[in-house]
């Protein structure tokens, strides 16, 4: 429901996204596809940093004869969607009681300590005639959008995770994981009615 028109258009209403995450921290590589689109794909690889994006060769070594836009995000002064929008999630407005950090100012990453970067590099494939590039474009958007969003959370939140032991992120994970397979698994069961229907079909 959150395509675009033209998207909905050869959208069947029911498909898969397939997620798979190599997590080698502070290197991490994740991969999407599409049940029904075997010829789209998204590639994100990420490294992590303790300097405040100083690092214009990080990737130099990965696809480098592929053309390449440079983003910055910055969580603190980036426009986030009204629709995501938070008040309590916005770095401009949430300071830690744990840390100390925040509110962050226009300035935040010349003056506040400690800071470390996201680098993200996102290769995004589509290879049907007539719609690629526009589903690219399209769909780095969407990933721009939902880094914004997801690292302003990690910001706000703070106080949540910063006591965390590896030990308590790694059962952290594994708790969301099992929730979220359950949540999955209850969305695609079929119902007495969709059985007793193909039950009467087979007979």
């Known amino acids: 429901s959150k395509l675009p028109s033209w ?3 050869v959208v069947p209403k029911i498909f898969y996204v397939t997620e798979k995450a190599w997590n080698y921290y502070p290197y991490t590589v994740t991969e999407y596809t599409c049940s ?4 789209f794909s998204i590639h994100i690889e990420t490294k992590y940093e303790d300097n405040k994006g100083s690092n214009d060769c990080i990737f130099n070594n990965e696809l480098k004869d592929l053309e390449r836009e440079v983003c910055f995000i910055d969580i603190a002064c980036d426009e986030v969607p009204e629709r995501y929008y938070k008040e309590s999630e916005d770095p401009r407005n949430f300071k830690s009681e744990k840390t100390g950090r925040g509110l962050l100012r226009d300035d935040w990453r010349e003056s506040q300590q400690p800071i470390m970067c996201s680098y993200k590099l996102v290769a995004v494939k589509f290879e049907v005639w007539g719609l690629q590039t526009r ?12 880094l914004l969003i997801g690292h302003r959370q990690a910001f706000a939140w703070v106080d949540e995770w910063y006591d965390m032991t590896m030990e308590d992120v790694r059962q952290f994970e594994k708790n969301m994981q099992f929730k979220t397979n359950i949540k999955v698994c209850s969305q695609h069961s079929p119902t007495q009615d969709e059985i007793g229907s193909d039950a009467k079909q087979s007979t």
């Not at 589903?135 to 939902?146: S, T």
């Open 36 to 39: 029904f689109l075997p010829k």
């Open 135 to 146: 589903v690219e474009q399209f769909v780095h958007k969407v990933v721009k959008d939902i």
């Open 7 to 9: 998207a909905r258009a």
